[in-house]
């Protein structure tokens, strides 16, 4: 089963530990939303915006049973029919302690947060009806040191 973006049911909220999206210079998110694959027992929750410049947004994507925090940058640019191209670049993933790259479990992981990020995006612009594409951008490529 792919990743799906969804409201989190009161009964979902029972069964995951969300302790692991605290953030320590963070309040705790509210948990209403997320991007989940069941049958990887994958998830992606978007914690916070930076206030200044470039705007990082900050996620925590739970990936066998370890915590990541992708930084990501959201960029547009507008195509010569009026519609825009949104960009999100993936500029860092803070990674657990014994978390080894690179290894095939890097790179798993890296398909899988591009995955989950490009459902989330994909709903975060779908009710605006300004966009033509959406581009994921992943720096770390297969078996780069990050």
């Given at each position: 089963?792919?990743?799906?973006?969804?409201?989190?049911?009161?009964?979902?909220?029972?069964?995951?530990?969300?302790?692991?999206?605290?953030?320590?210079?963070?309040?705790?998110?509210?948990?209403?939303?997320?991007?989940?694959?069941?049958?990887?027992?994958?998830?992606?929750?978007?914690?916070?915006?930076?206030?200044?410049?470039?705007?990082?947004?900050?996620?925590?994507?739970?990936?066998?049973?370890?915590?990541?925090?992708?930084?990501?940058?959201?960029?547009?640019?507008?195509?010569?029919?009026?519609?825009?191209?949104?960009?999100?670049?993936?500029?860092?993933?803070?990674?657990?302690?014994?978390?080894?790259?690179?290894?095939?479990?890097n790179d798993e992981m890296l398909d899988a947060l591009e995955e989950a990020l490009l459902v989330e995006t994909t709903a975060r612009y779908q009710e605006f009806d300004n966009?033509?594409?959406?581009?994921?951008?992943?720096?770390?490529?297969?078996?780069?040191?990050?």
């Amino acid at each position: 089963m792919p990743f799906v973006n969804e409201l989190i049911s009161e009964e979902e909220k029972n069964n995951f530990d969300f302790s692991v999206i605290d953030v320590s210079y963070q309040i705790r998110p509210k948990l209403y939303k997320w991007t989940i694959d069941r049958e990887r027992n994958s998830f992606l929750i978007w914690v916070r915006q930076d206030r200044e410049p470039p705007h990082h947004h900050t996620y925590v994507f739970v990936w066998k049973g370890l915590r990541f925090e992708p930084l990501i940058r959201y960029t547009s640019e507008k195509t010569a029919n009026g519609k825009l191209i949104q960009t999100c670049r993936i500029d860092n993933v803070c990674l657990p302690q014994n978390f080894l790259v690179p290894s095939k479990d890097n790179d798993e992981m890296l398909d899988a947060l591009e995955e989950a990020l490009l459902v989330e995006t994909t709903a975060r612009y779908q009710e605006f009806d300004n966009t033509e594409e959406i581009r994921i951008e992943n720096p770390f490529n297969k078996g780069a040191q990050q």
